[in-house]
Structure formats: structure tokens, C-alpha cells
């Protein structure tokens, strides 16, 4: 399924006219990826002989990098009303509850300054700005100027059919930095693009259905 | 606390190991008065399920008291319960459609990741029962961390045994859905592979649902005996031609339904099945499916399959053309306990259902390491295992 407005369509459109290989283009290409599945196997195909586009997002596709960018996205259904996920969501301290490696979140206006734990005691900070709030519907942000890490991602609310509750999809782009800092980022996605997204959006789904996250612990020292 | 605990296959010991606390606000703490062996256990304890790691506690059948509850819970201390073997929070979709054994939410996130790469979703959490299904501690124990205790385990009555209700667990409920999945209606004949406990209670539980006859199929001679005393008519697959006689005993038609309660340990010196062994014993995460070939094709055209026993990876020279070209119905999985522990536990008040039959062997906790060796070794007589903790060893 690719789930996008007629406007959304017609920035697609434009934007594949614009697109060419080279920095600028690569931002436009940013921007596409997190349209949706049409617009990134466009901006894929490109590069590549050209098929018919099929109906899979566009972080299922084969290849899994769009010029520097590397994208992960994962959808999971959540047996609740969609405002009530966005409320969740949207106050973004809440985050950390479902997210393993966030360590910290400051939030003022439209900025939001996360650090995020990485292997062998490292932190990264990311700075975001929000670009996009439609209540009940998606959250959309991008990285600052001030950012460790060049970012954008988004996550849409929709409701489920057969009254399954919501289905709440992320998107996350993101610019692995050079050196040493590029190393730390790589092992903090792990090797297989959207690992973390999943077992985030699992515990989400755990806390949101069940008040609690599964453990196997048998101790609370343990 | 003491428990048994897991060293490798055939290497099972009791360990002294930390107690237990609530973690999870819907936890409660239970202190086992009773808890079984079971048939799957026998396939961790031969190591042909991967994932169970040294020092990991075994066991996901036993029942006891409420000794603490977390504040999500519903159980109250003193209370005895029986715990099913699936942790089930009850709230997801497949626990709305009772699919308990389905459950989304009961598996840690950072565990699905085994399975999901081998199943194509991940398995959900169940008792000591290797880190595929959670790595959550078992029930071979002094005390277990129950998590889910307002969903799961189900009151017991002042006045019942522990061996009258103590395999609402798991194998009473397995017995009874492997025959649902058989789909019975009057007239019709159901085999029955294996006279190990699932096999018994399946025996049973299609008796009650109105099968015209029962034939159970093992080598034991004591288990087929406990399979007649049943109802069921049996046959020794030593002694006989199985897929012969059952065409014979059903008039040239063979039976209705097929029910595999062995699993993929499968015995017996058929050339396919001694393949398959080696396979199993040089680890290549092969199943030995022998009896549900076996099965497969006895059953009638049109007829139903159903397959309580447990695989975990994949099986070779599998009858596909057999199941298609009959148009046969497959039925399996992990039992859905909770949807059916209520129901069972009132036939078993009303004399309906006895489960006592089974029980060969009662054994303090500390002498599990030889309950796990008879009853692997000597199956003929140990027909089931119950350790009773906090009694001495002898
Ligand atoms: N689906 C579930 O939720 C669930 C629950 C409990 C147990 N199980 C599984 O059910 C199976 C049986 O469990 P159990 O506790 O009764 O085990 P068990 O090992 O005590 O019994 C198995 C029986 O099968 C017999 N057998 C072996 N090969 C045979 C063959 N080729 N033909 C006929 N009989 C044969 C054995 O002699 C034995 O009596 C196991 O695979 C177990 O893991 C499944
Ligand atoms: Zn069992
Ligand atoms: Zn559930």
C-alpha cells in the first residue's frame, strides 16, 4: 500500500523532475523517501533499468541506501485508539520509556535535544526539529544544524481494519556520519537496518496494550 | 531456592538459584507444590531444540500457592492456582481471539528476534522453555515469577488434589484440543499416534467428543494398555502392519482423523525414520517426522490431520503430494491452555475427566536429574512424572 494525499503525489512528481544525482538532490531524495513507498522506488529506480513501481514501501526495497542516506522503517499494530498512541508518542519523554538507548530528552517548543546511548559508553546527541504534527495523524522531524547526526523520520497513525486498533508506521532516514562518530552510529542501528525501530515498536505495543514490557528477569537486581 | 536446571543435554541437576521477585506490576509469585515432566521437556533434555542455555530452569507444568502478587494482579496470597504453560497477556489480538499460544506480547522484543528470522514471526513467551519461546524461568522450581497472573492461571477449589488438576497446565488441554482439531462427528474413527500423556488425554477427550472408535498406535505395552483402559482399541506397531490394519479396522476406508502425539523424536527402525535420526543426532535442525508420515497416509481422502506433537525446524521427504492430492485438513500448534482450563476443570469436578490414571512416579524435586532418565529411558512404566519440591529426597 503507498498511502499518499494528491498533494503529496504532486510534490513526488515535481520533485522526481528535479532530482538528479548530486547534494541537492540527495535532500530532495531525503525528503522522498519519507513520502512514501512510490516515490522512493522512483528516486531508487533511477539508478536502476526501469520496472513498473509495485505497492511495497519504499524501506522494503532491495536496496536499502538512497545516495548517503540509509533508511529503516517498521509498522506495528497497536490494539488502541489512534489519539491516544499519538498523545503517547507526541510527549516525547515518554519515549525513552519504550526506547532502549535513549538516555535523555529535552524538549522546548519545536526543538527537541535527544542523547542517545551508544556501545562502549558513548553518546550521541541528535537535535530535531519538528516539521510536520498533525494530531492523531503523524509527527514528522529533521535534524538541526546543531545535530551530531543528519536525520529525518516520521510516524504515521492510521486506523486498522477490523477494528485491530491503530497501525503505527515509522520512517527514519538518516546520514551515517565519517569516522570514528560513523563507527559508533553504524553499531548503534546494528548491522541490520531497522532492528532497533522493531523491538522499539514491539515494547511500545507491550506498554500500550498490556501496562507493562515483557521480561524474563526473575529479579529487579538481576 | 532449589531447581532444576539445564547443563547441556542429558546433563539436567537441582541448583540452589536466586528467589524469584515481582518484576512486572501484573506478576504474582507462586510456590510450586507440584510440577510435572513433560514429552517436550524430553526434547530439550536431548538437546534437539537449540536455544536453552546452561543454567536455565526446565519445567511449564506445576501449579501452587500465591506467596506475592504485584499490584496488576488479581490473584490473592494463599490462593492455589494452576499456571498454563503459554504466558498470555490477554489483551493483544490474538488473546482477544483466544489464539493464547499467539500471543504478541508475551515474548521479550530482544528474544523475538530468534524466531522471527526462522518462523517468519516471532514465537511467543512460554515457561522454561529455551530462549526461542522468552527464556523465562520454569516451573521445576520452589518458587516462579508468573507473569500475566490475572489472565492466566486458574483457581483451584479447597478440597482438589494436586493430581487431579495439576495438568490443566498443559497436557489435559493439549489431549482435548489436538481432538478438536480432529473435527469429530458421530460415526467417526480417529488414530491416534503415541500413548505418551498427550496421547492418552487425546484418547480421552475424543471418547468424550463421541468418536465411534478409537485406535491408538504405540510399542509400549503398558501405555497401550493405559490407552484400552481409555477406550481405545490399539495397535502395537511392532507387531502389526499399522497402515493395513487401520484400513481393515475402518472397512477399506481408513480413519476419519489422525492425531500425531509424538512429535519429532519419533521411534522405530523404519529406513526413513533411522535417516532422520542420524540427521537429528548431527544437528541440522531436522524433525523425525516418522509417525505423521505415517499418518498422513492412513488418513481418508477428505479426512482431517491433527498434530499436537512438537517440531521446531524442518522436515524432509514430507507426503505434500499426499496431503493434496487427498485434499487433507492440517490442524497444530502450542495448545491455547487458557481458553480451555475453565471448561476442563468443571468436567473434572463432575467425574467426567480423571487424570490421575497417569501418574507413574511422584519424586521430591531433588531427584528430577532421575526422573528426566526413566522417564526418557524407561517410558514403558514411568508414564509421568510429578516432583513434588520441598519434600526430602529418599
Ligand atoms: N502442542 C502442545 O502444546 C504440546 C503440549 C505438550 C506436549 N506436546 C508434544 O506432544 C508430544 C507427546 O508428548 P508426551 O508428553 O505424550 O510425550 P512422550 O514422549 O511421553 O510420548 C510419546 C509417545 O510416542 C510413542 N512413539 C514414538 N514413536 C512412535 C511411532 N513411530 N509410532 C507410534 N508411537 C510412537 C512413544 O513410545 C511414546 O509413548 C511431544 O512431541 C510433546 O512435545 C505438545
Ligand atoms: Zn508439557
Ligand atoms: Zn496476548
Redesign the pocket.
Known amino acids: 500500500m503507498t498511502y499518499r494525499t494528491f498533494e503529496e503525489d504532486r510534490r513526488a512528481r515535481r520533485a522526481r523532475h528535479a532530482a538528479q544525482p548530486g547534494g541537492a538532490a540527495l535532500a530532495v531524495g531525503l525528503g522522498l523517501l519519507l513520502l512514501g513507498g512510490l516515490a522512493a522506488r522512483q528516486y531508487a529506480g533511477q539508478q536502476a533499468p526501469r520496472r513498473p513501481a509495485d505497492s511495497a514501501p519504499g524501506r522494503t526495497a532491495r536496496r536499502r541506501r538512497f545516495g548517503d542516506y540509509a533508511v529503516t522503517g517498521r509498522s506495528v499494530t497497536i490494539n488502541r485508539p489512534r489519539r491516544d498512541i499519538y498523545d503517547f508518542w507526541r510527549d516525547f519523554s515518554n519515549l525513552s520509556k519504550f526506547m532502549e538507548n535513549i538516555e535523555s530528552v529535552h524538549a522546548s517548543g519545536d526543538i527537541t535535544r535527544w542523547t542517545i546511548s551508544a556501545p562502549m559508553g558513548h553518546a550521541v546527541d541528535v537535535v530535531t526539529r519538528i516539521v510536520s504534527d498533525r494530531p492523531g495523524e503523524e509527527i514528522a522531524w529533521r535534524s538541526t544544524e546543531d545535530s551530531e547526526i543528519d536525520t529525518e523520520g516520521k510516524v504515521m497513525f492510521r486506523d486498522a481494519p477490523g477494528a485491530r486498533g491503530t497501525v503505527v508506521e515509522t520512517v527514519i532516514a538518516y546520514r551515517p556520519p565519517m569516522g570514528e562518530l560513523g563507527r559508533i552510529v553504524a553499531t548503534l542501528f546494528q548491522d541490520e537496518p531497522g532492528v532497533q525501530a522493531r523491538r522499539n515498536l514491539k515494547r511500545l505495543k507491550m506498554l500500550l496494550e498490556t501496562g507493562e514490557i515483557a521480561t524474563n528477569r526473575n529479579r529487579n537486581d538481576g | 531456592m532449589r531447581a532444576l536446571t539445564y547443563h547441556g543435554s542429558h546433563d539436567v541437576r537441582v541448583d540452589t538459584v536466586p528467589d524469584p521477585e515481582i518484576v512486572n506490576p501484573r506478576d504474582a509469585i507462586i510456590e510450586v507444590t507440584s510440577t510435572a515432566i513433560?514429552?517436550?521437556?524430553l526434547h530439550l533434555y536431548d538437546g534437539v531444540i537449540p536455544g536453552v542455555m546452561s543454567g536455565d530452569i526446565l519445567g511449564?507444568?506445576f501449579m501452587g500457592r500465591v506467596v506475592e502478587t504485584g499490584s496488576g494482579s488479581t490473584l490473592k496470597k494463599g490462593q492455589r492456582v494452576v499456571v498454563p504453560?503459554t504466558i498470555s497477556c490477554g489483551q493483544c489480538f490474538h488473546c482477544k481471539m483466544q489464539q493464547f499460544s499467539a500471543c504478541d506480547n508475551s515474548n521479550p522484543a530482544e528474544k523475538q528476534d530468534l524466531t522471527e528470522p526462522l518462523y517468519g514471526h516471532p514465537l511467543s513467551g512460554l515457561f522454561g522453555y529455551s530462549h526461542l519461546t522468552g527464556g523465562y524461568p520454569g516451573g521445576q522450581a520452589e518458587y516462579v515469577r508468573v507473569p500475566f497472573s490475572d489472565v492466566g492461571p486458574i483457581v483451584i477449589p479447597e478440597g482438589m488434589d494436586d493430581d487431579e488438576v495439576l495438568f490443566l497446565s498443559?497436557?489435559l488441554p493439549?489431549g482435548w484440543m489436538a481432538a478438536e482439531n480432529a473435527d469429530i462427528t458421530e460415526g467417526d474413527t480417529v488414530a491416534v499416534w503415541g500413548c505418551g500423556p498427550v496421547g492418552l488425554f487425546a484418547v480421552q477427550s475424543a471418547r468424550i467428543m463421541g468418536a465411534h472408535q478409537v485406535i491408538a498406535i504405540d510399542h509400549h505395552p503398558h501405555r497401550l494398555e493405559l490407552a484400552r483402559l481409555m477406550g481405545a482399541k490399539v495397535i502395537d506397531y511392532t507387531q502389526t502392519h499399522v497402515l493395513e490394519a487401520l484400513m481393515e479396522m475402518t472397512g477399506g476406508i481408513g480413519p476419519d482423523a489422525v492425531i500425531d502425539a509424538v512429535g519429532m523424536e519419533s521411534h522405530g527402525f523404519a529406513p526413513d525414520n533411522v535417516f532422520d535420526t542420524i540427521k537429528q543426532k548431527v544437528g541440522i535442525g531436522a524433525d523425525a517426522p516418522h509417525a505423521l508420515r505415517m499418518a498422513i497416509m492412513a488418513v481418508r481422502k477428505g479426512g482431517r490431520i491433527s498434530m499436537p506433537g512438537v517440531y521446531g525446524g524442518f522436515a524432509d521427504k514430507f507426503p505434500l503430494g499426499a496431503l493434496m492430492e487427498k485434499g487433507l485438513q492440517l490442524r497444530t500448534g502450542q495448545t491455547h491452555v487458557q481458553r480451555y482450563t475453565k471448561d476442563l476443570l468443571r468436567r473434572i469436578q463432575e467425574g467426567e475427566i480423571d487424570t490421575t490414571f497417569l501418574i507413574s512416579h511422584r519424586l521430591p524435586l531433588e531427584e528430577a536429574p532421575r526422573g528426566y532418565a526413566n522417564f526418557k529411558n524407561n517410558q514403558n512404566e514411568w508414564t509421568k512424572v510429578v516432583l513434588k519440591p520441598g519434600t526430602a529426597a529418599v
Open positions: 513433560c514429552g517436550s521437556d511449564h507444568e504453560f498443559d497436557i493439549t
